[in-house]
């Protein structure tokens, strides 16, 4: 085991009926005047923001709401409310809903804590976080796993940049998790979920580092219960224990203890957020699309590592090690596949895809204009970034090709057989 800081706050109330504890846990932790972030209309036809408020209201806090956070968050809502927040005079920010929601409010609680900077100062990385106020969540969505990470994303609009800020801040205070709140998401959501919290483990597990036993051994178990469940969820969202199960992992899988002792790479993630950015897709589904091409590029700097994964996680008997390593692979492009998400740039020319030189593009934003690389498992610049988004959009047209060739055989055989 390779040392390391553990650092993880966050009080976890788990279970049916829970989010009518939201007014007492806050007020537990100072509130008095508490700023409520949600997203689309959902928590508020299901009733759940109404039973929020409702126990702000019983636990004597005042409080104010704001909805409308969408998927990739955006920078321009959480300037807004930032300045609703500070003239509110707010002194707990509480999300209710899923990674975007709970982003966002970590945004809206650095920016009323130092409203002398703009917040994105802080995720462009030209100002450093000092004090913030805190955050409290009411979980809808098991994905992120934003409610107890130290992270946290928003989209700058104008500039299509998308930008991660990692800080001890952005950890919640409390976090209510009842998995009963995610029966009402549609098989999309489930899907890009599911994809999120393997993604947060993985990017953590592919690592050059040796003799982390222990954390092996709990990424693995995380990696297959989510796997092993969200193949239950995605059929029937309404299936308690596999909804339960998913969103305990959404929370481990991205606190740090699937991690713990080795460097990180989530290069997946830095490729997946170029998408996002530029062509707005969920980023669950933006995870999917390059994860298999990424692995293909990457693979062979250690093929025992992911060996052990194909066998430890998937089952996969083969002995050689490079053979194990595609197979597992395989099996992942296909697990991801059966959750109906995407694996290649599927929508590509629907998104404005067209061309060499647009993936290059995409490259050359990803570096950061060839500022950076990314990755450490194996280290990419920005030409190896081309090249793995390169093997995304050849998987496209390869299916195209096959497509286009099945046809004429079929074409052609039956003019043979009826001419």
Not at 370 to 388: A, L, P
Request: proline share 2%; net charge neutral.
């Amino acid at each position: 085991m390779h040392g390391f800081t553990q650092y993880t706050p966050t009080r976890i109330i788990f279970g049916k009926a829970t989010q009518k504890q939201a007014g007492e846990l806050a007020k537990r932790f100072g509130a008095t005047k508490v700023f409520v972030v949600y997203g689309g209309g959902s928590v508020v036809r299901s009733g759940l923001l109404d039973q929020v408020t409702a126990s702000l209201q019983e636990a004597g806090l005042d409080y104010m709401t704001i909805g409308g956070v969408k998927p990739n968050p955006r920078l321009s809502f959480a300037r807004e409310a930032v300045k609703k927040s500070i003239e509110f005079g707010t002194d707990f920010v509480l999300a209710v809903g899923g990674g975007s929601v709970i982003d966002t409010s970590k945004a809206v609680a650095h920016g009323t804590a130092n409203p002398e900077t703009d917040i994105w100062e802080f995720w462009s990385k030209k100002q450093t976080v000092t004090k913030s106020l805190p955050v409290g969540v009411v979980l809808t969505l098991a994905a992120a796993g934003s409610e107890t990470s130290d992270s946290a994303v928003l989209t700058n609009e104008d500039t299509k940049i998308k930008r991660g800020l990692s800080t001890d801040f952005n950890r919640p205070a409390f976090a209510i998790m009842n998995p009963e709140l995610t029966y009402t998401l549609p098989k999309y959501q489930v899907g890009c979920g599911v994809v999120d919290i393997m993604m947060h483990t993985l990017d953590r597990y592919f690592t050059q580092t040796e003799n982390n036993e222990l954390t092996d051994e709990i990424a693995e178990g995380l990696l297959r219960t989510v796997i092993r469940n969200g193949a239950v969820a995605i059929k029937d969202s309404h299936d308690y224990n596999a909804m339960s199960e998913i969103m305990w992992a959404g929370s481990l899988s991205h606190n740090g203890i699937t991690g713990l002792g080795a460097e990180k790479d989530f290069a997946v993630h830095q490729l997946g957020h170029e998408l996002s950015a530029k062509f707005d897709i969920a980023h669950g589904a933006s995870l999917s699309t390059v994860w298999g091409a990424w692995a293909a590029y990457v693979y062979d700097a250690k093929p025992a590592r992911f060996a052990q994964y194909a066998r430890r996680v998937w089952n996969v008997e083969e002995a050689d090690d490079v053979k194990a390593a595609q197979e597992g692979i395989k099996k992942t492009v296909a697990y991801f596949a059966s959750l109906d998400m995407p694996t290649s740039f599927s929508k590509a020319t629907e998104i404005g895809l067209k061309t060499d030189e647009e993936v290059k593009k995409m490259a050359h934003g990803c570096s950061y204009e060839g500022t950076r690389t990314i990755g450490s498992f194996k280290v990419c610049d920005e030409n190896d970034i081309y090249e793995i988004y390169k093997l995304v959009f050849e998987k496209l047209f390869n299916c195209f090709r096959w497509i286009f060739c099945w046809v004429i055989r079929k074409f052609l055989a039956e003019v043979f057989l009826f001419r």
